[in-house]
T-cell receptor, first 114, second 114 residues
Framework: AQSVSQHNHHVILSEAASLELGCNYSYGGTVNLFWYVQYPGQHLQLLLKYFSGDPLVKGIKGFEAEFIKSKFSFNLRKPSVQWSDTAEYFC????????????FGTGTRLLVSP | DTEVTQTPKHLVMGMTNKKSLKCEQH?????MYWYKQKAKKPPELMFVYSYEKLSINESVPSRFSPECPNSSLLNLHLHALQPEDSALYLCASSQLGPTNYGYTFGSGTRLTVV
């Protein structure tokens, strides 16, 4: 079955530390890839997305992600986190099976200590 | 207008009540979605509408009844719910086509069944 996995369920960092959150999916066809962030008590916000072209994608708030097709991965990175980055991060994949179905990973809860 | 608007934001209902959740978008998106998100879990797809027709039902119990009266509106009718149905219900929309342009999520309706 098609699935999305996020390896880190909880991550704790100090401010200014670098961040990398893993995301892998299981599907051999064409995919569209997304990272969403959900701040406490708020709705999902799109951080960045990949459809085609340059596999290194830059998003909002200094985040970027790299699509590595051979590894079925789409890892999220940020060189220096801030306290305000404390949130839940979801990787999501639209596996182009002909249906508009966005599948979410289990999420990573990031806590940044000041 | 680049938003998906959901009403109400909060809803408390008894197990014998009938209520409806509403979702509206004016971005010209022809796909609309209902997701359910339990606390500390990722969103789970419930229904997908494409061109106002139901295209995906993820084996959702019949006490949840979706409706898409036109290309801008999506409703979720609720009847005889159970306490375990308490969750955040998210509406989303997207364009349709060979390349998915991303999904826009609403802020959600936080539903409590008592």
């Amino acid at each position: 079955a098609q699935s999305v996995s996020q390896h880190n369920h909880h991550v704790i960092l100090s401010e200014a530390a670098s961040l990398e959150l893993g995301c892998n999916y299981s599907y051999g066809g064409t995919v569209n890839l997304f990272w969403y962030v959900q701040y406490p008590g708020q709705h999902l916000q799109l951080l960045l997305k990949y459809f085609s072209g340059d596999p290194l994608v830059k998003g909002i708030k200094g985040f970027e992600a790299e699509f590595i097709k051979s590894k079925f991965s789409f890892n999220l990175r940020k060189p220096s986190v801030q306290w305000s980055d404390t949130a839940e991060y979801f990787c999501a994949v639209n596996m182009n099976t002909g249906f508009q179905k966005l599948v979410f990973g289990t999420g990573t809860r990031l806590l940044v200590s000041p | 207008d680049t938003e998906v608007t959901q009403t109400p934001k909060h809803l408390v209902m008894g197990m014998t009540n009938k209520k409806s959740l509403k979702c509206e978008q004016h971005m010209g998106h022809r796909a609309m979605y209902w997701y359910k998100q339990k606390a500390k879990k990722p969103p789970e797809l419930m229904f997908v509408y494409s061109y106002e027709k139901l295209s995906i039902n993820e084996s959702v119990p019949s006490r949840f009844s979706p409706e898409c009266p036109n290309s801008s509106l999506l409703n979720l009718h609720l009847h005889a719910l159970q306490p375990e149905d308490s969750a955040l219900y998210l509406c989303a929309s997207s364009q349709l086509g060979p390349t998915n342009y991303g999904y826009t999520f609403g802020s959600g309706t936080r539903l409590t069944v008592v």
